[in-house]
């Protein structure tokens, strides 16, 4: 359900978590078909795309020095794979300009000479030097590895704080006029190449109208749950399930997800929370020496901003009950996306089982001690498919099924 901007009148205290009670006017205008777009949005993408040309620039610069870099250290990785498996074919050909290469090439020859030997005397001296060898050529190549990583490192260090304007303006939808505006004729990176012409090009994606982003929607929907696994990097994975929805370059994401602390990381205070909330909702496994808990993984991403909103409210339903429907609620940042995790509340979880919309609205305090609060704009998550998708994770939760595996992960014996 999606609240029209200027219809809700909240009137609560701005601290967390209070008690709010919201209070809708005596008359109503009708609610539009759809929204009309926030009135900040224009200006504030103008300024993105303005702000992104010299860190896309920045950007292209870096990746020009990293390449060679890279493809430097994929092709040590590929010596050194073929190296541990002594097997050529995994690096062939190898090539005789480099120094590296030819000295994997020479050590593979002498190796194989080692290995006849080995096979017709059995002498365990030829076997020694062999194990010598492969281990002084791992040791090079690993040690180019990391000098090439090293040198990779000094140059994304010199950038300075590169990561954060970066993640405005990767993958977001630029507007047309103000890339030029910032493009001049010498400037030949390919954000301005794309931008001065007309071609379809994959990397970048401009509007003629930044009006036009509030008509660009795109959804995911609730993923379906997979049972806990462990990933190559030896990190839990599985038991969660997530959604997202974009418009424009706004992106509203949700997750649940599983938490896992040690029990002796925990006060016995946070202890006894943390299983009064496993209580109430119904998950009776316990590990001796980890805590694993449904948790919601909230994120906002939005550059800045778009309409002057102060506060933002995770929420079921239209807001008319506060108190019951809020699931967050906190101040909206001068820049940059907001992140937060959400401990699951059964309250919360069994209406997102039962399919329930949530929306993400942001409202305008008219100032620091204003107990009324205008409602700027507002995105909801999709729900197709949520009340299976979450349904079917709680009752893996909640059925035993979760226990089974995390103790075939983490056997509680310590074994």
């Given amino acids: 359900m999606k609240i029209s901007p200027r219809l809700l009148l909240l009137l609560l205290a701005v601290t967390l978590p209070a008690p709010m009670v919201a209070q809708v006017p005596d008359t109503l205008a009708a609610e539009p078909a759809e929204p009309p777009p926030p009135a900040g949005l224009a200006a504030a993408e103008i300024a993105r795309s303005l702000r992104c040309v010299p860190t896309l620039a920045r950007l292209d610069t870096l990746n020009v020095k990293l390449e060679p870099l890279a493809v430097r250290s994929t092709r040590m990785r590929q010596l050194l794979d073929a190296v541990t498996r002594e097997d050529t074919t995994r690096a062939a050909p190898f090539d005789a300009r480099d120094p590296v290469d030819a000295s994997v090439s020479r050590w593979f020859a002498a190796d194989q000479t080692l290995a006849v030997q080995y096979s017709t005397t059995g002498d365990s001296l030829v076997e020694a030097r062999r194990a010598r060898g492969r281990e002084e050529i791992g040791k090079r190549l690993q040690s180019v590895i990391d000098s090439t990583n090293v040198r990779a490192k000094e140059l994304m260090d010199a950038t300075g704080e590169l990561d954060g304007e970066v993640a405005e303006c990767e993958n977001v939808l630029l507007v047309r ?8 004729p010498s400037l030949t990176i390919p954000v301005c190449a794309a931008a001065r012409t007309d071609s379809v090009v994959a990397t970048y994606h401009f509007v003629g ?25 030896g990190s839990i994975l599985g038991a969660e399930s997530s959604v997202s929805e974009r418009r424009g370059n706004l992106v509203l994401g949700l997750a649940i997800r599983p938490m896992v602390q040690e029990r002796a990381n925990l006060t016995p205070e946070e202890l006894a929370t943390l299983e009064a909330g496993l209580d109430s909702i119904g998950v009776t496994y316990k590990h001796p020496r980890f805590v694993i808990a449904p948790t919601l993984s909230f994120e906002f991403i939005i550059a800045e901003p778009i309409a002057g909103e102060n506060f933002y409210f995770l929420h079921f339903g239209d807001l008319s009950q506060p108190t019951r429907d809020v699931i967050w609620s906190g101040p909206a940042p001068a820049r940059g996306p907001t992140r937060m995790i959400i401990p699951g509340r059964k309250s919360v979880l069994d209406r997102l089982a039962a399919g329930e919309i949530v929306s993400l609205t942001a409202v305008r305090f008219a100032d620091a001690t204003s107990k009324q609060a205008e409602a700027v704009y507002s995105l909801e998550l999709p729900s197709l498919r949520q009340d299976s998708a979450v349904g079917g994770l709680m009752q893996y939760y909640t059925g035993g099924q979760l226990g089974q595996d995390f103790d075939a992960i983490v056997p509680p014996t310590g074994g």
């Fill in 177 to 184: 006029s103000a890339v030029l505006e910032r493009c001049p």
């Fill in 209 to 233: 109208d930044p009006v036009e982003m509030w008509d660009v929607e795109s959804s995911s929907l609730w993923t379906d749950p997979v049972r806990l696994g462990v990933s190559p990097n």
